[in-house]
């Protein structure tokens, strides 16, 4: 069984930072992409980066320059370090992976949002 197990979300002030982890457990092969996307009340959910195994990055155009994803393939976790945070990046903010399961099966996994509240 593969878990993520997602931690950091908390309140902050407007300019702020904070940074979010998840770590991956369970039996698995390896683990390719991970991720985080966020959603905001009424909104629908969007990818803010990610990352493959290679460490190829990617971000929405909302957060390139102020948040870095970043992984560690040892511990098998990824992060998000958030700098100069604003209201509007308050949103839940959910971890993804894509997990090679077994060398012929590949499964999506995502952990439990946590919230990220930046006060004005």
């Known amino acids: 069984q593969v878990q993520l197990v997602v931690s950091g979300g908390c309140l902050v002030q407007s300019g702020g930072s904070l940074r979010l982890s998840c770590a991956a457990s369970?039996?698995?092969?390896?683990?390719?992409?991970m991720g985080w996307y966020r959603q905001a009340p009424g909104k629908e959910r969007e990818l803010v980066a990610r990352t493959t195994s290679g460490g190829s990055t990617n971000y929405a155009d909302s957060v390139k320059g102020r948040f870095t994803i970043s992984r560690d393939n040892v511990k098998n976790t990824v992060y998000l370090q958030m700098n100069s945070l604003k209201p509007e990046d308050t949103a839940v903010y959910y971890c993804?992976?894509?997990?090679?399961?077994?060398?012929?099966?590949?499964?999506?996994?995502w952990g439990q949002g946590t919230q990220v509240t930046v006060s004005s």
């Open positions: 993804n992976a894509n997990i090679l399961v077994t060398l012929i099966l590949h499964e999506r996994y």
């Open positions: 369970g039996s698995f092969f390896s683990i390719n992409t």
